[in-house]
């Protein structure tokens, strides 16, 4: 087994307002070379996250003071390049939709295992720098949608469509191959992380939200769920 990468003492910011839970984290996290703080508010959470510029943001939905989702909100307009990742307890995946759509880049379900948070928070860290090959790489043109990986844009027709960084990468994964069915397993690895310990569940959200974000244009790229298999985003039609 490989060694995990250092974390070179990236900065956590623990919003939580239960105290087991709390000191848990911060302890797990500062025993893995994390710089960790810990709010027990969502004001004082926005308040330190403005102050103190985190890489990651581990965000509880259920506050005291101010919603979480509201909270993802504001975090994610104050620091776009920042990793939030909302922990609920509430099994509601309404509440997980919603809070993805707000900015959080990934979720996990109450009770987790401090290894699995880890092991997770390791791989998006490490996706985080864009390669050489993304900086390098032409737009990819499937009918009105263009998806330019070195600028992260996405257009179809002549309008901008603001996608979230996994929603984005579900996309290519999807656009780089159109016509083709790409397996669960393949966008899984290739989006989130080979090791991926999760629910797969968490591809059937971004999947939905990118979906509704590509809903609004009057032609729209389809992409068809193959029960059981994958997804595969439609080759245009011919006029
Ligand atoms: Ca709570």
Request: hydrophobic share 40%.
């Amino acid at each position: 087994m490989s060694r995990p990468p250092s974390t070179g003492g990236q900065r956590v910011l623990v919003i939580e307002d239960d105290d087991t839970i709390g000191r848990h984290l911060q302890a797990g996290l500062r025993a893995n070379a994390y710089e960790a703080a810990w709010a027990r508010t969502g004001g004082t959470g926005l308040a330190l996250a403005q102050e103190s510029c985190p890489d990651v943001i581990l965000l509880d939905l259920g506050l005291p003071d101010i919603d979480g989702v509201e909270v993802a909100r504001r975090l994610r307009s104050e620091l776009p390049n920042a990793l939030i990742v909302i922990l609920t307890a509430r099994s509601d995946e309404i509440d997980v939709v919603v809070g993805l759509d707000a900015g959080a880049d990934d979720y996990l379900a109450k009770p987790f295992n401090l290894t699995v948070l880890l092991a997770r928070l390791r791989a998006h860290l490490r996706r985080r720098p864009v390669s050489e090959t993304e900086t390098d790489a032409e737009p990819i043109h499937v009918g009105d949608l263009v998806v330019d990986l070195a600028a992260r844009r996405c257009l179809l027709g002549d309008r901008e469509i603001d996608l979230r960084p996994k929603e984005f990468e579900l996309l290519v994964a999807l656009a780089s191959h159109p016509g083709v069915a790409v397996t669960r397993e393949d966008l899984m690895a290739r989006v989130w992380d080979e090791n991926w310990f999760g629910s797969t569940k968490t591809l059937d959200v971004t999947m939905a939200s990118l979906r509704k974000r590509l809903a609004h244009d009057v032609a729209p790229p389809r992409i068809t769920t193959l029960r059981g298999h994958g997804y595969r985003l439609e080759l245009p039609t011919k006029p």
